[in-house]
């Protein structure tokens, strides 16, 4: 079993919609003045247009509410998906892990956001790129994996070092 690839986080883009909710609701609040002074001068028709004013902006209301409390529970569900895949990681087969490793490059599950050897925390720990952090430095788990992956970038070198003998033998 390979590691899945990561799920994009929902959250982002809900926060993208919220902010646009708030521009609708800050445009609606914009245009408030000059409709209720139509009404309360008693212009024609200006009873009929801040009444359905208000109707925009209590949908407006409505609609950014409903898209905070999905940005929340997006977070929420983004926060737990992240909780739940470090969990995956941490219990894979380390040998799904390692995959394509090498004394210069990164597990090919590797990226910016999670190195597959930390667990997936958003830091490398590649062994020849750094050290293990102290705040990791007990974590048996990182270190069981950063122990094979030490070994597995060993046996790729003496794999190496054995086919250039062999070249040269030849």
């Known amino acids: 079993m390979s590691i899945p690839p ?16 708030e521009a609708v609701l800050a445009a609606l609040a914009a245009e408030t003045p000059r409709l209720a002074l139509a009404k309360a001068e008693l212009q024609p028709g200006a009873h009929k247009a801040y009444t359905e004013h208000e109707a925009k902006v209590a949908a407006a209301r409505l609609d950014l509410d409903a898209k905070i409390g999905a940005a929340e529970a997006a977070a929420e569900l983004d926060r737990q998906a992240a909780i739940d895949r470090r ?10 892990l390692l995959e394509g490793i090498s004394a210069l490059d990164c597990c090919e599950g590797c990226s910016e956001s999670e190195c597959l050897l930390l667990g997936g925390l958003p830091r490398c720990g590649h062994p020849n790129k750094g050290n293990l952090p102290p705040e990791l430095m007990n974590d048996q788990t990182i270190r069981r994996l950063r122990t094979i992956a030490i070994a597995e970038i060993k046996a790729l070198e003496r794999d190496d070092d054995e086919e250039d003998d062999e070249e040269e033998a030849a």
């Not at 990561?6 to 909710?21: F, G, L």
């Not at 969990?87 to 799904?96: C, E, Q, V």
Request: proline share 15%; charged share 30%; glycine share 0%.
């Open 6 to 21: 990561k799920i994009p986080p929902r959250a982002p883009a809900m926060v993208e919609q919220v902010k646009a909710a």
């Open 87 to 96: 969990l995956m990681i941490r219990n894979a087969d380390p040998d799904d």
